[in-house]
C-alpha cells in the first residue's frame, strides 16, 4: 500500500512540473493562452427611481 501512494504522490510532482513547463514552454510552441480581446459596452441607467 506504502509502494503505491509513493507512486501515485510521484506521479502527482511530475504532473505538476509538466504542467508548469506547459505554461512556460507552451507558447513557443504555438499554445496561446491569452483571452480574446473584445470590448463590451453596455448601457448603465444611475439613480432609477
Known amino acids: 500500500m506504502g509502494r503505491i501512494i509513493k507512486w501515485l504522490f510521484i506521479l502527482l510532482i511530475l504532473g505538476g512540473i509538466a504542467l508548469v513547463g506547459y505554461a512556460y514552454i507552451g507558447p513557443f510552441f504555438g499554445a496561446d ?7 463590451i459596452r453596455e448601457p448603465v441607467e444611475l439613480d432609477a427611481n
Open 33 to 39: 493562452f491569452s483571452p480574446p480581446q473584445t470590448e
